[in-house]
């Protein structure tokens, strides 16, 4: 299993990024996939998640109306639009796969934010 995420980078506050996880090893399609998040000196967090079929997705409350998930099952991809951004959300985002009977993780993409 493969999970490869990028798009990151560096942004000015109020900018907007679209990161991408380029999955492979696995049936991408029967498996929700979420985002998380690490900023320096703090634990890893939820930011999103969407269903299998992408009908349904979740966000953590401090991301919602900024962050959009998607998913393009043909293309084993799974995206997060992140908007209005802010120098809290410096961190690195990571995707995960909610495979069964274990979820794997990507290696991260660096986003900072700053002017």
């Known amino acids: 299993v493969q999970l490869v995420e990028s798009g990151g980078g560096l942004v000015q506050p109020g900018g907007s990024l679209r990161l991408s996880c380029v999955t492979s090893?696995?049936?991408?399609?029967?498996?929700?996939m979420s985002w998380y998040r690490q900023a320096p000196g703090k634990a890893r967090a939820f930011v999103a998640l969407i269903s299998s079929t992408g009908d349904t997705t979740n966000y953590a409350d401090s991301m919602k109306g900024r962050f959009t998930i998607s998913r393009d099952n043909a293309k084993s991809t799974v995206y997060l639009e992140v908007n209005s951004l802010r120098p809290e959300d410096t961190a690195v985002y990571y995707c995960?796969?909610?495979?069964?009977?274990?979820?794997?993780w990507g290696q991260g993409t660096q986003v900072t934010v700053s002017s």
């Open positions: 090893g696995f049936t991408f399609s029967r498996y929700a």
């Open positions: 995960v796969a909610h495979t069964v009977p274990k979820i794997y």
